[in-house]
Protein backbone atom coordinates (compact mmCIF):
# COMPACT_ATOMS: atom_id res chain seq x y z
CA UNK A 1 0.00 0.00 0.00
CA UNK A 2 1.00 3.89 -0.35
CA UNK A 3 1.89 5.17 2.75
CA UNK A 4 -1.44 6.99 2.47
CA UNK A 5 -3.43 4.24 1.83
CA UNK A 6 -2.00 2.24 4.69
CA UNK A 7 -3.28 5.09 7.87
CA UNK A 8 -6.06 6.06 5.97
CA UNK A 9 -9.50 4.19 7.04
CA UNK A 10 -11.11 4.69 4.05
CA UNK A 11 -8.57 1.58 2.67
CA UNK A 12 -8.45 -0.65 5.93
CA UNK A 13 -9.61 -3.45 3.71
CA UNK A 14 -10.20 -7.38 4.71
CA UNK A 15 -8.10 -9.38 3.30
CA UNK A 16 -5.41 -7.02 2.54
CA UNK A 17 -5.04 -6.72 -1.53
CA UNK A 18 -1.65 -6.42 -3.47
CA UNK A 19 -1.16 -2.98 -3.99
CA UNK A 20 -3.52 0.30 -3.01
CA UNK A 21 -2.70 3.72 -4.40
CA UNK A 22 -5.11 6.28 -3.01
CA UNK A 23 -5.77 9.22 -5.16
CA UNK A 24 -7.80 12.52 -3.69
CA UNK A 25 -11.18 12.84 -4.65
CA UNK A 26 -14.48 10.76 -4.46
CA UNK A 27 -16.67 9.31 -7.01
CA UNK A 28 -20.29 9.71 -5.46
CA UNK A 29 -23.33 7.49 -6.23
CA UNK A 30 -26.87 8.66 -6.68
CA UNK A 31 -30.12 7.45 -7.90
CA UNK A 32 -29.00 8.65 -11.20
CA UNK A 33 -25.49 6.40 -11.55
CA UNK A 34 -25.59 3.91 -14.17
CA UNK A 35 -23.82 0.63 -14.88
CA UNK A 36 -22.40 -0.46 -17.80
CA UNK A 37 -20.84 -4.14 -18.22
CA UNK A 38 -19.39 -5.52 -20.89
CA UNK A 39 -19.88 -9.16 -22.11
CA UNK A 40 -19.63 -11.82 -19.36
CA UNK A 41 -19.46 -9.24 -16.47
CA UNK A 42 -23.20 -9.10 -16.43
CA UNK A 43 -23.27 -11.34 -13.10
CA UNK A 44 -21.18 -8.97 -11.47
CA UNK A 45 -23.05 -6.15 -12.01
CA UNK A 46 -26.16 -7.90 -11.26
CA UNK A 47 -24.45 -9.08 -8.05
CA UNK A 48 -23.75 -5.67 -7.00
CA UNK A 49 -27.01 -4.61 -7.47
CA UNK A 50 -28.57 -7.14 -5.76
CA UNK A 51 -26.45 -6.36 -2.81
CA UNK A 52 -26.40 -2.99 -2.94
CA UNK A 53 -29.91 -2.03 -3.52
CA UNK A 54 -31.22 -3.07 0.31
CA UNK A 55 -29.58 -0.29 2.66
CA UNK A 56 -28.79 2.16 -0.07
CA UNK A 57 -31.90 2.36 -2.66
CA UNK A 58 -29.33 2.60 -5.87
CA UNK A 59 -30.72 0.82 -8.49
CA UNK A 60 -27.29 1.53 -10.63
CA UNK A 61 -29.93 0.47 -13.94
CA UNK A 62 -27.58 -0.68 -16.88
CA UNK A 63 -26.56 2.40 -19.10
CA UNK A 64 -24.77 2.64 -22.33
CA UNK A 65 -23.05 5.74 -21.09
CA UNK A 66 -22.67 4.69 -17.29
CA UNK A 67 -19.96 6.06 -15.35
CA UNK A 68 -19.52 2.56 -13.10
CA UNK A 69 -18.23 0.17 -15.90
CA UNK A 70 -17.41 -3.57 -15.16
CA UNK A 71 -15.08 -5.53 -18.29
CA UNK A 72 -13.74 -8.59 -18.52
CA UNK A 73 -10.29 -8.63 -20.77
CA UNK A 74 -8.78 -11.84 -21.06
CA UNK A 75 -5.76 -10.21 -22.06
CA UNK A 76 -5.08 -8.88 -18.43
CA UNK A 77 -3.03 -12.48 -17.82
CA UNK A 78 -1.39 -11.25 -14.79
CA UNK A 79 -4.24 -11.07 -12.73
CA UNK A 80 -5.02 -14.91 -12.97
CA UNK A 81 -8.23 -16.51 -12.85
CA UNK A 82 -9.10 -14.56 -9.30
CA UNK A 83 -6.96 -11.12 -9.70
CA UNK A 84 -8.62 -7.41 -10.50
CA UNK A 85 -7.78 -4.03 -11.11
CA UNK A 86 -10.53 -1.39 -9.64
CA UNK A 87 -9.88 2.39 -10.54
CA UNK A 88 -11.94 4.89 -9.08
CA UNK A 89 -11.56 8.44 -10.14
CA UNK A 90 -13.94 11.16 -8.95
CA UNK A 91 -16.08 10.99 -12.51
CA UNK A 92 -16.08 7.14 -13.37
CA UNK A 93 -15.46 3.79 -11.74
CA UNK A 94 -13.69 0.80 -13.55
CA UNK A 95 -13.49 -3.04 -12.31
CA UNK A 96 -11.50 -5.07 -14.94
CA UNK A 97 -10.65 -9.12 -14.45
CA UNK A 98 -9.44 -11.49 -16.73
CA UNK A 99 -11.98 -13.95 -15.59
CA UNK A 100 -15.55 -13.26 -13.85
CA UNK A 101 -14.26 -14.68 -10.50
CA UNK A 102 -12.05 -11.57 -10.54
CA UNK A 103 -15.13 -8.99 -10.96
CA UNK A 104 -17.39 -11.10 -7.98
CA UNK A 105 -14.33 -9.74 -5.87
CA UNK A 106 -13.71 -6.77 -7.27
CA UNK A 107 -17.48 -6.23 -6.24
CA UNK A 108 -16.83 -6.89 -2.52
CA UNK A 109 -13.92 -4.04 -2.57
CA UNK A 110 -16.24 -1.98 -3.73
CA UNK A 111 -18.47 -2.86 -0.95
CA UNK A 112 -15.86 -2.17 1.56
CA UNK A 113 -14.79 0.95 0.33
CA UNK A 114 -18.38 2.47 0.42
CA UNK A 115 -19.48 3.36 4.03
CA UNK A 116 -20.64 1.03 6.31
CA UNK A 117 -24.03 1.17 6.19
CA UNK A 118 -24.14 0.24 2.87
CA UNK A 119 -23.14 -3.77 4.08
CA UNK A 120 -27.14 -4.05 6.12
CA UNK A 121 -29.69 -5.92 4.84
CA UNK A 122 -32.34 -3.48 5.15
CA UNK A 123 -32.35 0.51 4.65
CA UNK A 124 -30.02 1.69 7.37
CA UNK A 125 -30.47 5.27 5.63
CA UNK A 126 -33.60 6.64 3.79
CA UNK A 127 -34.09 5.61 0.41
CA UNK A 128 -32.91 9.02 -1.21
CA UNK A 129 -29.56 8.35 -0.67
CA UNK A 130 -27.53 11.44 -0.66
CA UNK A 131 -23.90 12.22 -1.92
CA UNK A 132 -22.93 10.39 1.31
CA UNK A 133 -22.79 7.57 -0.81
CA UNK A 134 -19.54 7.64 -1.94
CA UNK A 135 -16.37 6.20 -2.79
CA UNK A 136 -12.72 6.95 -2.35
CA UNK A 137 -10.68 7.29 -5.32
CA UNK A 138 -8.01 4.58 -5.46
CA UNK A 139 -6.55 2.25 -7.53
CA UNK A 140 -6.30 -1.35 -6.86
CA UNK A 141 -4.40 -4.28 -8.02
CA UNK A 142 -5.40 -7.55 -6.48
CA UNK A 143 -4.83 -11.39 -6.68
CA UNK A 144 -5.15 -14.37 -4.05
CA UNK A 145 -1.97 -15.82 -2.74
CA UNK A 146 -4.20 -19.36 -2.70
CA UNK A 147 -6.53 -20.46 -5.00
CA UNK A 148 -8.12 -22.65 -1.81
CA UNK A 149 -9.86 -19.86 1.05
CA UNK A 150 -12.33 -21.80 2.48
CA UNK A 151 -14.46 -22.71 5.64
CA UNK A 152 -16.44 -25.46 6.81
CA UNK A 153 -19.48 -25.77 8.50
CA UNK A 154 -20.33 -28.84 10.25
CA UNK A 155 -24.44 -29.03 9.49
CA UNK A 156 -24.65 -32.93 11.05
CA UNK A 157 -23.44 -31.87 14.56
CA UNK A 158 -26.35 -29.54 14.58
CA UNK A 159 -28.48 -28.92 12.08
CA UNK A 160 -28.44 -25.40 10.71
CA UNK A 161 -31.87 -23.66 8.24
CA UNK A 162 -31.10 -22.63 4.75
CA UNK A 163 -31.14 -19.37 5.16
CA UNK A 164 -28.31 -19.25 7.79
CA UNK A 165 -26.21 -20.86 5.05
CA UNK A 166 -26.87 -18.74 2.85
CA UNK A 167 -25.70 -15.65 5.29
CA UNK A 168 -22.86 -17.66 6.19
CA UNK A 169 -21.79 -18.06 2.38
CA UNK A 170 -22.11 -14.32 2.02
CA UNK A 171 -19.81 -13.13 4.57
CA UNK A 172 -17.29 -16.06 3.06
CA UNK A 173 -17.75 -14.21 -0.22
CA UNK A 174 -17.02 -11.01 1.36
CA UNK A 175 -13.87 -11.61 2.60
CA UNK A 176 -13.26 -13.03 -0.73
CA UNK A 177 -13.30 -17.08 0.51
CA UNK A 178 -14.19 -19.05 -1.83
CA UNK A 179 -15.29 -22.53 -0.63
CA UNK A 180 -17.98 -23.86 1.51
CA UNK A 181 -17.02 -27.43 2.82
CA UNK A 182 -20.75 -28.36 3.76
CA UNK A 183 -20.08 -31.43 6.53
CA UNK A 184 -23.49 -33.32 5.86
CA UNK A 185 -22.85 -36.62 7.58
CA UNK A 186 -22.15 -37.55 11.02
CA UNK A 187 -22.38 -39.74 13.91
CA UNK A 188 -25.24 -37.82 15.11
CA UNK A 189 -27.12 -36.76 12.30
CA UNK A 190 -27.33 -37.15 8.28
CA UNK A 191 -28.87 -34.15 6.42
CA UNK A 192 -28.48 -35.02 2.95
CA UNK A 193 -31.70 -36.32 1.52
CA UNK A 194 -30.86 -39.61 -1.10
CA UNK A 195 -34.00 -40.09 -3.19
CA UNK A 196 -33.14 -44.21 -3.00
CA UNK A 197 -32.79 -44.23 0.50
CA UNK A 198 -34.78 -42.13 2.35
CA UNK A 199 -34.94 -43.16 5.76
CA UNK A 200 -31.40 -41.99 5.78
CA UNK A 201 -32.55 -38.60 6.41
CA UNK A 202 -35.98 -39.65 8.07
CA UNK A 203 -34.54 -41.98 10.73
CA UNK A 204 -30.41 -40.88 10.23
CA UNK A 205 -31.68 -37.00 10.55
CA UNK A 206 -33.50 -37.28 14.08
CA UNK A 207 -31.13 -38.02 17.35
CA UNK A 208 -33.72 -38.55 20.98
CA UNK A 209 -30.69 -35.82 22.50
CA UNK A 210 -27.56 -34.42 23.02
CA UNK A 211 -25.10 -35.62 25.86
CA UNK A 212 -28.41 -36.05 28.21
CA UNK A 213 -30.05 -33.17 27.75
CA UNK A 214 -33.23 -34.92 26.82
CA UNK A 215 -33.75 -32.57 24.02
CA UNK A 216 -34.41 -34.41 20.66
CA UNK A 217 -32.48 -32.87 17.85
CA UNK A 218 -33.81 -33.13 14.24
CA UNK A 219 -33.39 -31.53 10.41
CA UNK A 220 -32.45 -32.54 6.82
CA UNK A 221 -32.40 -30.03 3.89
CA UNK A 222 -34.39 -30.73 0.53
CA UNK A 223 -32.85 -31.49 -2.44
CA UNK A 224 -34.50 -28.14 -3.82
CA UNK A 225 -32.62 -25.79 -0.68
CA UNK A 226 -29.17 -27.28 -1.83
CA UNK A 227 -29.86 -27.01 -5.51
CA UNK A 228 -30.68 -23.38 -4.70
CA UNK A 229 -28.58 -23.11 -1.91
CA UNK A 230 -25.12 -23.86 -4.90
CA UNK A 231 -26.52 -21.50 -7.15
CA UNK A 232 -26.88 -18.71 -4.25
CA UNK A 233 -22.99 -19.30 -3.86
CA UNK A 234 -21.88 -19.56 -6.97
CA UNK A 235 -23.66 -15.79 -7.87
CA UNK A 236 -21.19 -15.23 -5.28
CA UNK A 237 -17.89 -16.66 -6.44
CA UNK A 238 -18.24 -19.69 -3.58
CA UNK A 239 -17.96 -23.31 -4.58
CA UNK A 240 -19.87 -25.81 -2.09
CA UNK A 241 -17.88 -28.84 -1.57
CA UNK A 242 -20.36 -31.60 0.18
CA UNK A 243 -19.06 -34.29 2.49
CA UNK A 244 -20.54 -37.81 3.31
CA UNK A 245 -18.09 -39.26 6.01
CA UNK A 246 -17.44 -43.00 5.32
CA UNK A 247 -16.56 -45.37 6.52
CA UNK A 248 -16.47 -44.12 9.92
CA UNK A 249 -18.38 -41.30 11.56
CA UNK A 250 -21.59 -43.33 10.00
CA UNK A 251 -23.58 -44.47 13.00
CA UNK A 252 -27.03 -42.14 11.45
CA UNK A 253 -26.47 -44.09 8.68
CA UNK A 254 -26.54 -47.18 10.40
CA UNK A 255 -29.06 -46.11 12.21
CA UNK A 256 -31.58 -45.77 9.13
CA UNK A 257 -30.16 -48.52 7.60
CA UNK A 258 -28.70 -51.65 10.09
CA UNK A 259 -27.57 -53.86 6.79
CA UNK A 260 -24.90 -51.25 6.31
CA UNK A 261 -22.82 -52.19 9.38
CA UNK A 262 -20.73 -55.31 10.72
CA UNK A 263 -23.26 -56.87 13.35
CA UNK A 264 -26.26 -58.21 11.70
CA UNK A 265 -29.48 -57.94 13.92
CA UNK A 266 -28.44 -54.89 15.82
CA UNK A 267 -30.19 -52.11 15.72
CA UNK A 268 -28.83 -48.58 16.35
CA UNK A 269 -29.94 -45.51 17.02
CA UNK A 270 -28.06 -42.21 15.48
CA UNK A 271 -25.09 -41.09 18.29
CA UNK A 272 -26.37 -38.96 20.88
CA UNK A 273 -22.32 -38.43 21.95
CA UNK A 274 -19.68 -36.54 20.85
CA UNK A 275 -16.29 -38.50 19.97
CA UNK A 276 -15.33 -41.46 18.16
CA UNK A 277 -17.97 -44.14 17.73
CA UNK A 278 -16.50 -47.83 17.08
CA UNK A 279 -19.78 -48.21 14.64
CA UNK A 280 -18.37 -47.77 10.93
CA UNK A 281 -19.77 -49.21 7.59
CA UNK A 282 -19.54 -52.98 6.37
CA UNK A 283 -17.31 -53.39 3.58
CA UNK A 284 -19.49 -56.29 1.40
CA UNK A 285 -20.64 -55.36 -1.94
CA UNK A 286 -24.10 -53.87 -1.02
CA UNK A 287 -22.28 -51.57 1.33
CA UNK A 288 -20.30 -50.16 -1.59
CA UNK A 289 -23.29 -49.98 -3.54
CA UNK A 290 -24.99 -47.79 -1.29
CA UNK A 291 -22.14 -45.89 -1.20
CA UNK A 292 -21.89 -45.61 -4.91
CA UNK A 293 -25.59 -44.26 -4.91
CA UNK A 294 -25.16 -41.83 -1.85
CA UNK A 295 -22.55 -40.00 -4.11
CA UNK A 296 -24.49 -40.27 -7.69
CA UNK A 297 -27.10 -37.94 -6.23
CA UNK A 298 -24.67 -35.70 -4.46
CA UNK A 299 -22.72 -35.13 -7.53
CA UNK A 300 -25.82 -34.51 -9.38
CA UNK A 301 -26.47 -31.70 -6.75
CA UNK A 302 -23.48 -30.28 -6.24
CA UNK A 303 -21.60 -29.77 -9.69
CA UNK A 304 -18.20 -28.77 -7.87
CA UNK A 305 -14.98 -30.88 -9.18
CA UNK A 306 -14.38 -31.48 -5.04
CA UNK A 307 -16.46 -34.25 -3.49
CA UNK A 308 -15.17 -34.66 0.74
CA UNK A 309 -15.75 -38.49 1.67
CA UNK A 310 -14.09 -37.88 5.11
CA UNK A 311 -12.13 -41.21 5.77
CA UNK A 312 -10.80 -39.64 9.08
CA UNK A 313 -10.94 -41.40 12.58
CA UNK A 314 -12.49 -44.84 11.61
CA UNK A 315 -11.79 -47.92 14.04
CA UNK A 316 -11.26 -50.96 13.05
CA UNK A 317 -12.80 -52.86 16.04
CA UNK A 318 -15.96 -53.81 13.74
CA UNK A 319 -14.14 -55.32 11.10
CA UNK A 320 -11.43 -57.23 13.53
CA UNK A 321 -14.45 -59.60 14.84
CA UNK A 322 -16.92 -59.66 11.23
CA UNK A 323 -16.62 -62.86 9.39
CA UNK A 324 -17.73 -60.54 6.34
CA UNK A 325 -14.38 -58.32 6.95
CA UNK A 326 -12.28 -61.69 7.11
CA UNK A 327 -13.66 -62.20 4.05
CA UNK A 328 -12.89 -59.45 1.86
CA UNK A 329 -9.65 -59.34 3.16
CA UNK A 330 -8.71 -62.52 2.04
CA UNK A 331 -10.38 -61.73 -1.16
CA UNK A 332 -8.11 -58.72 -1.75
CA UNK A 333 -4.97 -59.92 -0.57
CA UNK A 334 -5.13 -57.11 2.28
CA UNK A 335 -2.80 -57.32 5.32
CA UNK A 336 -5.26 -57.11 7.71
CA UNK A 337 -8.47 -55.08 9.01
CA UNK A 338 -6.23 -51.43 9.48
CA UNK A 339 -5.69 -52.37 5.23
CA UNK A 340 -9.52 -52.28 4.90
CA UNK A 341 -9.26 -48.88 5.32
CA UNK A 342 -7.30 -47.66 2.02
CA UNK A 343 -8.82 -50.18 -0.04
CA UNK A 344 -12.60 -48.71 1.14
CA UNK A 345 -11.40 -45.40 0.23
CA UNK A 346 -9.65 -46.66 -2.85
CA UNK A 347 -12.56 -48.16 -4.35
CA UNK A 348 -14.96 -44.75 -3.38
CA UNK A 349 -12.16 -42.78 -5.25
CA UNK A 350 -12.90 -44.99 -8.35
CA UNK A 351 -15.80 -44.15 -8.42
CA UNK A 352 -15.93 -40.46 -8.00
CA UNK A 353 -13.26 -40.19 -10.83
CA UNK A 354 -15.86 -41.98 -13.26
CA UNK A 355 -18.38 -39.23 -11.82
CA UNK A 356 -15.33 -36.83 -12.84
CA UNK A 357 -14.65 -35.41 -9.63
CA UNK A 358 -11.96 -35.14 -7.18
CA UNK A 359 -11.99 -37.01 -4.28
CA UNK A 360 -11.01 -35.04 -0.56
CA UNK A 361 -10.46 -36.57 3.05
CA UNK A 362 -8.73 -35.75 6.15
CA UNK A 363 -5.37 -36.38 6.69
CA UNK A 364 -3.31 -37.26 9.93
CA UNK A 365 0.32 -38.25 7.85
CA UNK A 366 -1.33 -38.87 4.44
CA UNK A 367 -0.10 -42.60 4.67
CA UNK A 368 -3.64 -43.71 4.67
CA UNK A 369 -5.44 -41.82 1.84
CA UNK A 370 -4.89 -43.59 -1.71
CA UNK A 371 -2.80 -41.54 -4.21
CA UNK A 372 -5.79 -39.94 -6.10
CA UNK A 373 -6.69 -38.16 -2.77
CA UNK A 374 -6.45 -34.32 -2.05
CA UNK A 375 -5.42 -34.50 1.42
CA UNK A 376 -7.07 -31.79 4.35
CA UNK A 377 -4.24 -31.69 6.96
CA UNK A 378 -5.97 -31.02 10.24
CA UNK A 379 -3.67 -32.39 12.70
CA UNK A 380 0.13 -31.06 12.28
CA UNK A 381 1.28 -28.86 10.10
CA UNK A 382 3.85 -31.63 9.26
CA UNK A 383 1.16 -34.05 8.49
CA UNK A 384 0.27 -31.79 5.57
CA UNK A 385 4.14 -31.80 4.39
CA UNK A 386 4.36 -35.39 4.28
CA UNK A 387 0.96 -35.75 2.27
CA UNK A 388 2.51 -33.47 0.20
CA UNK A 389 5.79 -35.19 -0.59
CA UNK A 390 3.71 -38.46 -1.17
CA UNK A 391 2.24 -36.76 -3.68
CA UNK A 392 -0.92 -35.67 -2.96
CA UNK A 393 -2.42 -32.02 -3.49
CA UNK A 394 -3.23 -30.27 0.32
CA UNK A 395 -5.26 -27.96 1.92
CA UNK A 396 -3.67 -27.34 5.39
CA UNK A 397 -6.23 -27.13 8.32
CA UNK A 398 -4.37 -27.31 11.40
CA UNK A 399 -6.47 -27.82 14.26
CA UNK A 400 -4.62 -25.61 16.70
CA UNK A 401 -4.87 -22.59 13.44
CA UNK A 402 -8.09 -23.31 12.12
CA UNK A 403 -10.25 -24.78 14.66
CA UNK A 404 -13.32 -22.11 15.24
CA UNK A 405 -14.43 -24.26 17.73
CA UNK A 406 -12.12 -23.80 20.22
CA UNK A 407 -12.78 -20.82 22.68
CA UNK A 408 -11.17 -17.35 22.02
CA UNK A 409 -9.99 -16.87 25.56
CA UNK A 410 -9.62 -17.96 28.40
CA UNK A 411 -12.17 -15.21 29.94
CA UNK A 412 -14.54 -16.32 32.31
CA UNK A 413 -18.30 -17.11 30.36
CA UNK A 414 -16.12 -17.80 26.92
CA UNK A 415 -18.53 -20.19 25.03
CA UNK A 416 -18.16 -24.04 26.17
CA UNK A 417 -15.55 -25.42 23.38
CA UNK A 418 -12.84 -27.54 23.25
CA UNK A 419 -10.23 -27.56 25.22
CA UNK A 420 -7.78 -25.05 25.11
CA UNK A 421 -7.81 -21.27 23.38
CA UNK A 422 -7.33 -20.25 19.84
CA UNK A 423 -7.13 -16.35 19.60
CA UNK A 424 -7.31 -14.11 16.85
CA UNK A 425 -3.30 -13.69 16.39
CA UNK A 426 -3.33 -17.33 16.23
CA UNK A 427 -5.33 -17.89 13.44
CA UNK A 428 -3.59 -14.68 12.10
CA UNK A 429 -0.04 -16.66 12.67
CA UNK A 430 -1.48 -19.86 10.59
CA UNK A 431 1.10 -20.64 7.73
CA UNK A 432 -0.32 -22.89 5.56
CA UNK A 433 3.74 -22.96 3.59
CA UNK A 434 6.21 -22.88 6.39
CA UNK A 435 9.95 -21.54 5.39
CA UNK A 436 11.42 -24.60 6.05
CA UNK A 437 9.52 -26.93 3.42
CA UNK A 438 10.68 -28.20 0.42
CA UNK A 439 9.70 -26.33 -2.76
CA UNK A 440 7.72 -29.46 -4.04
CA UNK A 441 5.59 -29.55 -0.69
CA UNK A 442 5.04 -26.17 -0.98
CA UNK A 443 3.88 -26.49 -4.76
CA UNK A 444 1.46 -28.94 -3.62
CA UNK A 445 -0.43 -26.67 -1.11
CA UNK A 446 -3.84 -25.44 -2.45
CA UNK A 447 -4.60 -22.99 0.15
CA UNK A 448 -6.04 -23.25 4.00
CA UNK A 449 -9.73 -23.16 4.98
CA UNK A 450 -11.33 -23.02 9.03
CA UNK A 451 -13.53 -25.16 10.82
CA UNK A 452 -16.58 -24.57 12.49
CA UNK A 453 -17.55 -28.22 14.34
CA UNK A 454 -20.78 -27.73 16.01
CA UNK A 455 -20.66 -29.59 19.09
CA UNK A 456 -21.36 -26.55 21.29
CA UNK A 457 -22.56 -24.37 18.96
CA UNK A 458 -25.89 -24.59 18.36
CA UNK A 459 -27.23 -21.63 17.06
CA UNK A 460 -26.68 -19.44 14.04
CA UNK A 461 -25.67 -16.64 16.96
CA UNK A 462 -23.22 -18.81 18.37
CA UNK A 463 -21.77 -19.76 15.38
CA UNK A 464 -20.82 -16.17 13.96
CA UNK A 465 -19.69 -15.30 17.66
CA UNK A 466 -16.86 -18.48 16.72
CA UNK A 467 -16.60 -17.17 13.80
CA UNK A 468 -15.85 -13.90 13.92
CA UNK A 469 -13.61 -11.77 13.92
CA UNK A 470 -11.17 -14.53 13.57
CA UNK A 471 -12.27 -15.91 9.57
CA UNK A 472 -11.35 -12.20 9.37
CA UNK A 473 -7.83 -13.75 9.93
CA UNK A 474 -7.89 -16.50 7.75
CA UNK A 475 -9.29 -14.53 4.97
CA UNK A 476 -6.36 -12.16 5.45
CA UNK A 477 -3.94 -14.91 5.56
CA UNK A 478 -5.04 -16.93 2.54
CA UNK A 479 -5.71 -14.13 0.27
CA UNK A 480 -2.56 -11.99 1.02
CA UNK A 481 1.44 -12.37 1.22
CA UNK A 482 1.63 -9.69 3.20
CA UNK A 483 1.98 -10.43 6.83
CA UNK A 484 2.02 -7.79 9.02
CA UNK A 485 0.06 -8.85 12.56
CA UNK A 486 -0.21 -4.73 13.50
CA UNK A 487 -1.56 -3.45 10.26
CA UNK A 488 -4.14 -6.43 10.16
CA UNK A 489 -5.19 -5.53 14.09
CA UNK A 490 -5.38 -1.53 12.74
CA UNK A 491 -7.10 -2.50 9.24
CA UNK A 492 -9.79 -5.22 11.54
CA UNK A 493 -10.60 -2.29 13.77
CA UNK A 494 -11.89 -0.30 11.15
CA UNK A 495 -13.81 -3.92 9.59
CA UNK A 496 -15.09 -4.08 12.98
CA UNK A 497 -17.85 -1.52 12.05
CA UNK A 498 -18.72 -3.14 8.76
CA UNK A 499 -19.51 -6.39 10.75
CA UNK A 500 -21.63 -4.84 13.02
CA UNK A 501 -23.79 -3.04 10.05
CA UNK A 502 -24.35 -6.56 9.00
CA UNK A 503 -25.33 -7.63 12.08
CA UNK A 504 -22.55 -10.09 12.89
CA UNK A 505 -21.82 -9.95 16.89
CA UNK A 506 -18.74 -11.74 17.29
CA UNK A 507 -15.82 -10.73 20.18
CA UNK A 508 -14.32 -7.49 20.13
CA UNK A 509 -10.64 -7.68 19.13
CA UNK A 510 -9.85 -5.03 21.31
CA UNK A 511 -11.90 -5.60 24.18
CA UNK A 512 -12.14 -8.24 27.01
CA UNK A 513 -15.67 -7.84 27.41
CA UNK A 514 -18.18 -10.56 25.60
CA UNK A 515 -20.16 -10.18 23.14
CA UNK A 516 -22.22 -13.20 21.97
Not at 106 to 121: H, I, W
Not at 253 to 267: I, K, Q
Not at 464 to 489: G, I, M
Request: hydrophobic fraction near 40%.
Amino acid sequence: MSSAAALHPDFALVPRPDSVTARPGRFVLDRRTGLRAGPGAEAAAALLRELLAPATGLALEPSADGRIVFLLDPGETGLGAEGYVLAVRPDAVLLRAARPAGLLHGVQTLRQLLPPEALAAEGARPRTAGPDWSLPCVRITDRPRFAWRGAMLDVARHFQPVAYVRRFVDLLALHKLNVLHLHLTDDQGWRMPVAAHPRLTEIGGRRAETEGDGTPHEGAYTRSELTGLVAYAARRGVSIVPEIEMPGHARAALAAYPGLGNRPGVRLEPWTRWGVCENVLGVDDAVLDFCRGVLDEVADVFPGPYVHVGGDECPTVEWERSPAARARIAAEGLSGPRALHGWFLGAVAAHLARLGRRPLGWTDTGSELPSPFTALAWRDPEHGRAAALRGHDVIMAPYRSTYLDYPQSADPGEPRGQDGVLDLRGVYENEPTPAHWEPEATRRVLGTQAQLWTEYARTPAELEYLAFPRLCALADTAWSAHRDWPDFRRRQDHHQTRLAALGVRGRSPRSRLLTP
